[in-house]
């Protein structure tokens, strides 16, 4: 079965720290994963994913994420924080084969808040 | 292209109302979703479709019913709503043929409060 865990439901920063929010998933084979941002009152809007391709996968509004199947990670980061980040992240995978094709698996997600 | 709509964006039903709430996607996919999201529970599945005419149970499909008649349409049911099932509903649709990576579109969601 897929699962998706994310380290941490709240995660502060200062402006222009670092971001680092952390999701680990099992899977007995490497799946597709993502990583979507939610702004309050929005839908999810897709931030990245890996496709098997490279490993590092760089996003929209300066993030990125790391594929590393040894460690079963995919951690998203941004080398500077701004207040726009402020938002809830959520990691998902999907099984690249099987009878539940097409389905994401999300994490619980991670609250991402940014001080001034 | 509007991408993922959702109707009606806000709603409030008293106890063992029916409800319907459509979700259109104009992007030609094959699949589409409808998630339930929760304060600390991310989102999960109730129901989702990999083609006109078929429907399959998510996590928590019990208390709602869906149809997929159309396409570009996926219509999501509560026959007698519960309080339990105020939350905020989101739509999605994946999959084109030109596309395999199942990357999900999200709707704006619908808030529903049952009282």
């Known amino acids: 079965a897929q699962s998706v865990t994310q380290l941490g439901s709240h995660v502060s920063v200062s402006e222009g720290a670092l971001v680092l929010l952390r999701c680990n998933y099992s899977?007995?084979?490497?799946?597709?994963l993502f990583w979507y941002v939610q702004y309050p009152n929005q839908g999810l809007q897709l931030l990245l994913k890996y496709t098997s391709a490279a490993t590092l996968v760089k996003g929209i509004n300066g993030f990125e994420a790391e594929f590393k199947k040894s460690e079963t990670s995919f951690h998203l980061t941004k080398p500077s924080a701004h207040m726009s980040d402020a938002a809830e992240y959520f990691c998902a995978v999907s099984r690249v084969r099987g009878s539940t094709l097409g389905r994401l698996y999300f994490g619980r997600g991670t609250q991402l808040t940014v001080w001034p | 292209n509007a991408g993922v709509t959702q109707t009606p964006k806000f709603r409030v039903l008293k106890t063992g109302q029916s409800m319907t709430l459509l979700c259109a996607q104009d992007m030609n996919h094959e699949y589409m979703y409808w998630y339930r999201q929760d304060p600390g529970m991310g989102l999960r599945l109730i129901h989702y479709?990999?083609?006109?005419?078929?429907?399959a149970k998510g996590e928590v499909p019990d208390g709602y019913n869906v149809s997929r008649l159309k396409k570009q349409n996926f219509l999501l049911g509560l026959e007698s709503a519960a309080p339990s099932q105020t939350s905020v509903y989101f739509c999605a649709s994946s999959y084109s043929k030109s596309n395999d990576y199942y990357e999900q579109y999200f709707g704006p969601g619908t808030r529903l409060t049952v009282t």
């Open positions: 899977s007995s084979v490497p799946p597709y």
């Open positions: 479709s990999v083609g006109e005419g078929t429907t």
